[in-house]
């Protein structure tokens, strides 16, 4: 009788193995996939995202450390060029202007910010003012109508900016 199990449970381990060998037979491995050759021979088409860096002067503190996601200096007053939001916030920068590194269409989170501003920004405009800390419109309050849009287009696009509750707050209190 225990012969019999032990027949019985190898041929189920036999059996199970010789199912899943059949079920991935079909699949390529990951590393198939990653033909080096055949990548550097396709060309690129369609569309891909706007990219920016943001070069920066402005009341900072220099001595911030903001690391690889920095690059060049500001003695020749040219500015810093940075290459993500996070960086400038760090180094608290209040004069950006944005610089597009890559991309050709606006994602759809630039697409509903822009709409958002409604004329009063471009997506570089809207760019630029995220990547800044510390300055207008992000610690003054809403007053007018274009103070508004501009919010607005801000509050789009920059959900991780550190004082976007802040201009929440204000663009919500101004159209009360």
């Known amino acids: 009788m225990i012969t019999v199990r032990r027949t019985l449970a190898a041929a ?6 010789v199912a899943l060998t059949a079920c991935t037979a079909g699949q390529p491995e990951p590393e198939d996939s990653l033909d080096s050759a055949a990548r550097s021979e396709v060309s690129a088409t369609g ?7 943001f070069v920066c002067s402005g009341a900072a503190d ?32 209040t004069d950006c202007r944005a610089e597009r590194i890559t991309g050709t269409e606006m ?23 995220c990547a800044e800390r510390g300055a207008s419109p992000w610690r003054d309050g809403v007053s007018t ?12 696009y920059c959900p ?14 101004y159209r009360g």
């Not at 569309?47 to 860096?53: D, H, K, L, R, T």
């Open 160 to 173: 991780g900016h550190p004082d976007r509750d802040r201009l929440q707050e204000s663009l919500t209190a």
């Open 145 to 156: 109508p274009e103070q508004a849009e501009l919010a607005a287009g801000l509050v789009a």
């Open 47 to 53: 569309s891909a995202p706007i990219v920016f860096a």
């Open 107 to 129: 994602s759809a989170q630039q697409r509903a910010a822009v709409r958002a501003a409604d004329g009063t920004a471009t997506l570089e405009e809207l760019a630029a003012t």
């Open 62 to 93: 220099d001595s911030s450390g903001a690391g690889s996601d920095t690059t060049g200096d500001d003695a020749d007053g040219t500015g810093e060029t940075y290459t993500t939001y996070a960086a400038v916030w760090e180094a608290e920068r």
């Open 12 to 17: 189920f381990v036999v059996l199970g193995a």
